[in-house]
């Protein structure tokens, strides 16, 4: 499977404010460019982090794309089975994989709403192991995963050396704060993992950086 790692972020590498709520980074194009890989993906992966924060919808905006490509199955790496009835995961506009582990009880996901699928993986440390999610994609049909974050999940998909491409919109601006997530966040590589700068590009106020993971 090709994995690639997507999201926006400050000058100073945020992904986030100290608050941790939504906060847009993204300049105008860069929304249309993850409009457009997401509509080139099989699937959508965020944390329950993510889902908590920002309740996205994960869908391709575009309507003309939408109906060319068609809605990208969404995924949540949800170890204790936190993701709200009332998320927009869970709106039935595409398919939902909410991946939970089997020390987890998933009582809040028992009823699963339209489209959602709870799907029940080894644990690692009260997380997903993300070799077995992986494998359950594959079986899916998933070719092409794009990770939308965000910082610990993002950590996680490198720490397990399955990341292919990271593909990052820098905007011209400094958040702060240590308590702001990151792009990458987790307990930090004893390792660190290698990447090669594959393309920048000047993309309205900020740039994009494209990086190959080694
Ligand atoms: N700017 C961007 O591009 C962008 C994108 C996504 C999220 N964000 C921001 O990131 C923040 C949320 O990120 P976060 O790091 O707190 O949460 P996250 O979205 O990475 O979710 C982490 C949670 O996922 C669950 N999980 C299950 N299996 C896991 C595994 N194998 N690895 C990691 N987590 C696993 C755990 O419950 C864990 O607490 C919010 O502030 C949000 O606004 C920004
Ligand atoms: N690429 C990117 N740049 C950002 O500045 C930002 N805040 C996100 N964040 C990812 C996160 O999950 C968002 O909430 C979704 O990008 C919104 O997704 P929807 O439109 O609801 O589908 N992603």
């Given at each position: 499977m090709y994995v690639v790692v997507n999201a926006g972020m400050s000058a100073?590498?945020?992904?986030?404010?100290?608050?941790?709520s939504q906060v847009a980074l993204s300049c105008e194009d860069d929304f249309e460019r993850v409009d457009r890989l997401r509509a080139e993906t099989d699937a959508i992966l965020v944390g329950v982090g993510t889902v908590l924060a920002d309740d996205p919808s994960?869908?391709?905006?575009d309507d003309r794309l939408r109906a060319e490509e068609g809605n990208p199955v969404r995924v949540v790496l949800d170890s204790s089975a936190r993701?709200?009835?009332?998320?927009?995961?869970?709106?039935?506009e595409a398919e939902t994989v909410v991946a939970v582990t089997d020390e987890t009880s998933g009582d809040s996901l028992d009823a699963p709403r339209e489209r959602t699928t709870v799907v029940e993986l080894p644990g690692d440390d009260g997380r997903v192991d993300l070799h077995a999610l992986l494998d359950e994609l594959s079986r899916r049909g998933v070719e092409h995963l794009m990770v939308e974050g965000g910082g610990e999940t993002i950590a996680s998909f490198l720490s397990a050396g399955v990341v292919d491409e990271v593909r990052v919109y820098v905007a011209p601006v400094f958040v702060g704060g240590r308590e702001s997530p990151t792009l990458v966040d987790g307990e930090g590589f004893v390792e660190y993992v290698e990447a090669t700068v594959n393309e920048v590009k000047p993309l309205g106020e900020g740039v994009v950086l494209r990086y190959i993971i080694e």
């Open positions: 100073d590498g945020k992904l986030s404010d100290r608050t941790r994960l869908t391709v905006k993701t709200p009835v009332d998320a927009s995961v869970l709106d039935g």
